[in-house]
């Protein structure tokens, strides 16, 4: 590598770790100064911006009702579920109110709860068995 080429680049030769001999990189909690730049523009943007994006959406603007319902309401459809069992899961699964998608994201779910129980009351029966070596 030429030392024209060194002088422009600040990384490690690909394989090594870090910045080059004498390139430290930037310290610790100093912020990047393209990012403070951009969240000033836009912090002094952002009254501006909500009154043209709100005249876009009176106006009926449909890319801006895209932008905003985008951002807003979450990727998936919301399920409300009113009793969280067994049997009633099976049912709405049953009944075409789940999808295999979301029965499946809500079995993982369920799992999870259920790990975190288990280590709940494992945690409880080490506890207690602690106790009793003590004494």
Not at 28 to 36: D, E, I
Not at 97 to 112: F, Q, R, W, Y
């Amino acid at each position: 590598m030429s030392n024209e080429n060194n002088s422009r680049q600040h990384y490690a030769q690909p394989g090594r770790k870090g910045f080059l001999p004498g390139n430290p990189g930037r310290q610790l909690g100093v912020k990047n100064k393209f990012s403070r730049e951009t969240m000033e523009a836009v912090q002094n943007l952002s009254v501006s911006a909500i009154t043209m994006l709100q005249t876009k959406i009176a106006q009926g603007d449909m890319s801006a009702i895209s932008f905003v319902l985008s951002r807003c309401v979450p990727a998936g459809r919301t399920i409300s579920i009113d009793e969280m069992t067994a049997a009633n899961i099976a049912e709405l699964a049953r009944d075409g109110h789940l999808t295999a998608d979301e029965l499946k994201s809500l079995a993982g779910s369920i799992a999870k709860l259920r790990e975190i129980d288990d280590l709940d009351e494992m945690r409880k029966r080490l506890e207690e068995l602690e106790r009793m070596v003590r004494q």
